[in-house]
């Protein structure tokens, strides 16, 4: 037994060969695999790169610093506070994109609603995966619901410290702000002035209009660093505006007349234009006089996204193209005696209706007759 054991285990049988002839080939390959391993990492990525440089480039480079146009400068920042879902915000921030110099970053805050709505969009989308476009929601206890909430979190210094690290200039624009690509000054022309935006009147000392403003956010915390702000005071505009123009080594950009901005006072050619309420709150000299009103959309185009506007074939017949119906003075009886009033141009009476068609028929006839 022991004889026809140790026989069997000598036996040569096919699977043994195979077994004998796979641990050769594994041992020889092995003893090759040194020499040739720095070989296969190099053409393997020599051919990667090949092919990353067939592909089209469909995203920038996002380089902050360098000197391409997708650097990125961490220090300007074009900011937008809008809780309400609005269906002109997607092509308000995709116009400002075009029109800010390309170095500038963008910060959308808004609700849950508003950054869902505008984070949503395919535009949106590509300027978020370069990092050009960043959306957020505000965490507790800061809010943007209210008008109030809003002052408050731009008088908070905490909001510069914790939000905006590291931003030295902020470019803050509104739903019914924009900027006019026919601008002959770039944004980056008025980064020399502390505070830049629209006045009031011409006879403001300082532009103290919120709504399209280039603020430096030094001064600004320089401001915060030995005054707080009263809650449901004025507005933060007007607050920081009146501290700014005290304020040693502050500089306010000239109200009058080369504004950054236009809110009710008119300039020749500004950076771009706050129009409140859809134009309805403006200067009558402004939106209500067809030539002005042209002239205005003539250089800035696209105020027509953020404005309250209707096209030609919808006009009013009795429009008289200065805001208002064709009117004719007429006088009437006032409670206190007779005045000189206007009356509006009605339509004239609808004409009567025709008189009933003779019957053709003998039937209709006969009835007619009976009745």
């Known amino acids: 037994m022991a004889v026809l054991f140790s026989t069997r285990i000598l036996a040569i049988t096919k699977a043994r060969l195979l077994i004998v002839l796979s641990l050769s080939l594994t041992w020889w390959l092995s003893r090759l695999a040194p020499g040739y391993g720095p070989v296969v990492p190099a053409e393997v990525s020599s051919r990667i790169q090949e092919a990353r440089r067939r592909m089209p480039e469909l995203w920038p480079e996002r380089r902050p610093g360098g000197d391409g146009p997708a ?9 937008l506070m809008e809780p309400r879902p609005l269906p002109h915000l997607v092509p308000l921030m995709v116009h400002m994109v075009s029109v800010v110099p390309p170095d500038w970053r963008f910060l959308f805050v808004g609700s849950q609603w508003s950054v869902h709505s505008v984070g949503r969009a395919p535009a949106i989308k590509q300027q978020r995966a370069t990092g050009k476009v960043t959306l957020m929601t505000l965490p507790r206890p800061w809010s943007i619901g209210r008008r109030e909430d809003v002052f408050r979190l731009l008088t908070d210094v905490r909001f510069y410290d914790e939000v905006l690290a590291g931003v030295e200039w902020v470019l803050k624009y509104e739903h019914d702000s924009i900027l006019c690509a026919n601008s002959p000054t770039s944004l980056d022309d008025w980064l020399g002035w502390s505070w830049a935006g629209a006045p009031r009147s011409e006879n403001d000392r300082f532009p103290g209009i919120g709504g399209l403003t280039l603020r430096r956010v030094s001064a600004v915390k320089r401001v915060l660093a030995f005054q707080n702000r009263l809650n449901d005071s004025e507005a933060e505009d007007e607050w920081f505006c009146k501290r700014l123009s005290a304020m040693p080594g502050a500089s306010m950009a000239p109200a009058w007349p080369n504004a950054f901005a ?36 003539e250089y800035c185009p696209e105020l027509s996204i953020i404005m309250d506007m209707k096209l030609e074939r919808e006009r009013c017949p009795d429009d008289d193209l200065q805001g208002g119906r064709t009117a004719d003075a007429a006088k009437v009886a006032g409670a206190g005696g007779e005045g000189v009033g206007l009356t509006l141009a009605r339509p004239p009476p609808p004409p009567p209706p025709p008189p009933p068609l003779a019957p053709s028929s003998p039937q209709a006839r006969m009835h007619a007759a009976e009745a």
Do not use: C, F, T
């Open 71 to 79: 650097a990125l400068n961490a220090s300007k920042l074009a900011l």
């Open 262 to 297: 236009v809110h009710k006072v008119p300039v020749g050619k500004p950076m771009g234009y706050h129009v409140q309420g859809g134009g309805g709150q403006g200067r009558a000299d402004m939106w209500e006089n067809a030539e002005a009103r042209r002239g205005i959309l």
